[in-house]
């Protein structure tokens, strides 16, 4: 997608003609910026808001500035906005500290990994620096609040794709709905083209339309390994239009795990003809590529009884779901190490380093964010930052390198600095962060090993880059292997605790996507790679609960739900992980009930 900057001058010409006079320095005009992507305009003023290009109140803009173009999926971009809802707050906005141009600049980074133009960013602390700019700011601020933060109009929010929209940006849990919708709509038709021009493409969790045997041949091919349901009906069946919603809802509600059909005979002769149709509603099921089921009427309680009970049989609930566990059975939030060094130190043990420019906006950046929060913290140059660690990794002596790393992972707790991690083309800076101590292996200092460590694990405080963690191969072999290696180095215990920790975060990540039964997301090579290394280590961790715990729960997670004939349950089998789980509860009375529910999963 193309990706605009609008740009609007807030003082409509007069900050051009006077800000000579009044500030003794000149200024152009006072700047507000949008992004402008996908027939949407993205900007920051009552909450983050959206609305047609061009069309807020603060008319047509001075100048527009192509930034470039953004390969991102609409749904990534918009779980980054979400993750920004709790920083970019009406209550939030500062004209001179955190404004319309800061958001834009964050979303941009994000976006194309470049910024906007410095002279836009720059403005406020152009004006501070004068006296009476210094002087005025807070009456400047009240000033313009009643023009920065302005409702938008509802007639300018694009509500063609979704009702939801927030109409003046104070409801950030709803900001992105309207922009959600629109990316529904361009899948979909996407997968309708496909569908109609025959390729593999299948809309979800919606009702299927076929007017041709050709058609509903394909529709019934894309079930072979599921389920199907044709819905029989016509123009002129009134009891038929009784189960329509009924029938939409259970498309909705079927998701991937069944296709339903719907055909209407007065269309379709050749179908109603081919499949011996003699009245309608008429509905018939189809199991594995075979039919399954036929009844007629329109009897609401029947059509959904039948269709969930087909959807049972093609998609039987795995065994685990029918054991009672506290720990596995419910969702885990990440480990993470948000702990904040003494920063003056930490930049000192970097040398010459410590002066560079990356290293010093880093470090204020996250003294600000400490200090009074992530509003209050503009975001540094990102690219400078990530090029900085890059080549510090391939250049900078061990001793010296493990504060670069440390200094990074104290800034991944902002969603900011995750997400455009997330969105960096080819994750070139994780990669090498995540393959330095593997590469050293027993040369690898212990404080560059436990710094790596904590950082992957705050890795996975945005779930944008999590997923990506567990489902790009090139990110998730660093991060099986750093375990591995992190393991065969193990004499110090809060390396083990830093392991576990890792290992729990990738089996919880996998776990969720497990519960919402949307399939995992690591690669089943890598689960077994991963569940050997971490038999091996309990086998022999004897000393450290956390440790004990962290892996239990780890194998717990790995385990459940895992397909009953897959190569990761044969793998515990042939390893005797159950004896090796049941040996831990002796360890603490403490950990009894997770060993049984491991075990439980084991058996």
């Given at each position: 997608m193309d990706v605009e900057l609008y740009v609007y001058d807030l003082s409509q010409g007069l900050a051009r003609q006077m800000s000579q006079s009044f500030l003794g320095v000149q200024i152009d005009a006072v700047y507000h910026t949008a992004l402008v992507f996908g027939g949407i305009e993205y900007f920051f003023g009552a909450?983050?808001?959206?609305?047609?290009?061009?069309?807020?109140?603060?008319?047509?803009?001075?100048?527009?500035?192509?930034?470039?173009?953004?390969?991102?999926?609409?749904?990534?971009?918009?779980?980054?906005?979400?993750?920004?809802?709790?920083?970019?707050?009406?209550?939030?906005?500062?004209?001179?500290?955190?404004?319309?141009?800061n958001f834009t600049n964050d979303f941009a980074m994000f976006l194309l990994g470049r910024g906007i133009p410095d002279h836009i960013t720059s403005l406020p602390q152009t004006v501070l620096n004068t006296p009476f700019g210094q002087m005025l700011k807070p009456q400047l601020d009240n000033a313009m609040r009643g023009i920065t933060q302005a409702?938008?109009?509802?007639?300018?929010?694009?509500?063609?794709?979704?009702?939801?929209?927030?109409?003046?940006?104070?409801?950030?849990?709803?900001?992105?709905?309207?922009?959600?919708?629109?990316?529904?709509?361009?899948?979909?038709?996407?997968?309708?083209?496909?569908?109609?021009?025959?390729?593999?493409?299948?809309?979800?969790?919606?009702?299927?339309?076929?007017?041709?045997?050709?058609?509903?041949?394909?529709?019934?091919?894309?079930?072979?390994?599921?389920?199907?349901?044709?819905?029989?009906?016509?123009?002129?069946?009134?009891?038929?239009?009784?189960?329509?919603?009924?029938?939409?809802?259970?498309?909705?509600?079927?998701g991937d795990k069944a296709v339903l059909i719907k055909v209407d005979l007065s269309e379709a002769y050749e179908v109603g003809s081919k499949y011996r149709v003699r009245a309608t509603p008429t509905f018939m099921s189809f199991l594995k590529g075979e039919k399954e089921n036929e009844w007629v009427g329109a009897s609401e309680g029947q059509l959904r009884g039948n269709v969930r009970m087909l959807i049972q049989m093609a998609h039987p609930p795995h065994p685990h779901t029918n054991l009672r566990l506290r720990t596995l059975q419910r969702r885990h939030r990440s480990v993470t190490y948000a702990k904040i060094p003494p920063l003056d130190k930490l930049?000192?043990?970097?040398?010459?380093?410590?002066?560079?420019?990356?290293?010093?906006?880093?470090?204020?950046?996250?003294?600000?964010?400490?200090?009074?929060?992530?509003?209050?913290?503009?975001?540094?140059?990102?690219?400078?930052v990530t090029?900085?660690?890059?080549?510090?990794?391939?250049?900078?002596?061990?001793?010296?390198?493990?504060?670069?790393?440390?200094?990074?992972?104290?800034?991944?707790?902002?969603?900011?600095?995750?997400?455009?991690?997330?969105?960096?083309?080819?994750?070139?800076?994780?990669?090498?962060?995540?393959?330095?101590?593997?590469?050293?292996?027993?040369?690898?200092?212990?404080?560059?090993?436990?710094?790596?460590l904590q950082l992957a694990c705050n890795l996975f405080s945005s779930s944008i880059l999590a997923t990506q963690l567990l489902q790009d191969p090139n990110l998730c072999n660093p991060l099986v292997q750093l375990i591995i290696s992190s393991l065969h180095n193990n004499d110090h215990p809060p390396v083990r605790v830093a392991v576990a920790s890792l290992a729990f975060n990738m089996a919880a990540c996998n776990h969720v996507r497990r519960l919402d039964e949307r399939g995992d997301l690591m690669l089943e090579s890598f689960q077994v790679e991963l569940m050997a290394s971490l038999l091996e280590f309990i086998s022999l961790e004897t000393e450290n609960k956390d440790s004990i715990r962290g892996l239990l729960t780890a194998i717990g997670l790995l385990a459940y739900g895992a397909p009953i004939q897959g190569e990761l349950l044969e793998l515990c089998k042939a390893l005797g992980a159950k004896e090796t789980v049941h040996a831990k509860r002796a360890f603490s009375d403490d950990l009894k009930d997770l060993v049984s529910e491991v075990e439980q999963v084991l058996a």
């Amino acid at each position: 997608m193309d990706v605009e900057l609008y740009v609007y001058d807030l003082s409509q010409g007069l900050a051009r003609q006077m800000s000579q006079s009044f500030l003794g320095v000149q200024i152009d005009a006072v700047y507000h910026t949008a992004l402008v992507f996908g027939g949407i305009e993205y900007f920051f003023g009552a909450g983050i808001q959206q609305t047609y290009p061009g069309a807020t109140h603060h008319g047509r803009p001075m100048s527009v500035i192509q930034m470039g173009k953004t390969d991102l999926p609409m749904e990534i971009i918009l779980e980054y906005l979400d993750s920004l809802r709790h920083i970019y707050t009406p209550e939030s906005y500062d004209l001179f500290v955190h404004n319309c141009n800061n958001f834009t600049n964050d979303f941009a980074m994000f976006l194309l990994g470049r910024g906007i133009p410095d002279h836009i960013t720059s403005l406020p602390q152009t004006v501070l620096n004068t006296p009476f700019g210094q002087m005025l700011k807070p009456q400047l601020d009240n000033a313009m609040r009643g023009i920065t933060q302005a409702p938008v109009a509802p007639a300018a929010i694009p509500q063609q794709y979704g009702t939801n929209a927030t109409l003046n940006g104070t409801s950030s849990s709803n900001l992105t709905q309207t922009a959600r919708s629109l990316a529904a709509t361009v899948n979909d038709s996407n997968r309708s083209i496909e569908i109609n021009g025959g390729g593999n493409g299948l809309t979800t969790g919606q009702v299927h339309y076929a007017t041709t045997l050709k058609k509903l041949d394909m529709l019934l091919e894309s079930a072979k390994n599921s389920c199907a349901v044709i819905f029989f009906t016509s123009a002129t069946c009134p009891p038929c239009k009784l189960v329509y919603p009924a029938y939409d809802e259970l498309a909705a509600e079927a998701g991937d795990k069944a296709v339903l059909i719907k055909v209407d005979l007065s269309e379709a002769y050749e179908v109603g003809s081919k499949y011996r149709v003699r009245a309608t509603p008429t509905f018939m099921s189809f199991l594995k590529g075979e039919k399954e089921n036929e009844w007629v009427g329109a009897s609401e309680g029947q059509l959904r009884g039948n269709v969930r009970m087909l959807i049972q049989m093609a998609h039987p609930p795995h065994p685990h779901t029918n054991l009672r566990l506290r720990t596995l059975q419910r969702r885990h939030r990440s480990v993470t190490y948000a702990k904040i060094p003494p920063l003056d130190k930490l930049v000192a043990k970097m040398g010459s380093q410590g002066s560079n420019s990356a290293v010093t906006s880093l470090k204020d950046f996250i003294c600000a964010r400490e200090a009074s929060g992530a509003s209050d913290a503009p975001l540094p140059s990102l690219p400078v930052v990530t090029s900085f660690v890059v080549q510090s990794i391939e250049s900078t002596p061990l001793d010296s390198l493990f504060p670069v790393i440390d200094l990074l992972r104290c800034a991944l707790v902002d969603p900011r600095v995750s997400g455009f991690l997330a969105a960096e083309h080819s994750h070139s800076t994780v990669i090498k962060i995540l393959s330095k101590p593997t590469a050293l292996g027993e040369q690898c200092p212990y404080s560059l090993r436990i710094v790596t460590l904590q950082l992957a694990c705050n890795l996975f405080s945005s779930s944008i880059l999590a997923t990506q963690l567990l489902q790009d191969p090139n990110l998730c072999n660093p991060l099986v292997q750093l375990i591995i290696s992190s393991l065969h180095n193990n004499d110090h215990p809060p390396v083990r605790v830093a392991v576990a920790s890792l290992a729990f975060n990738m089996a919880a990540c996998n776990h969720v996507r497990r519960l919402d039964e949307r399939g995992d997301l690591m690669l089943e090579s890598f689960q077994v790679e991963l569940m050997a290394s971490l038999l091996e280590f309990i086998s022999l961790e004897t000393e450290n609960k956390d440790s004990i715990r962290g892996l239990l729960t780890a194998i717990g997670l790995l385990a459940y739900g895992a397909p009953i004939q897959g190569e990761l349950l044969e793998l515990c089998k042939a390893l005797g992980a159950k004896e090796t789980v049941h040996a831990k509860r002796a360890f603490s009375d403490d950990l009894k009930d997770l060993v049984s529910e491991v075990e439980q999963v084991l058996a």
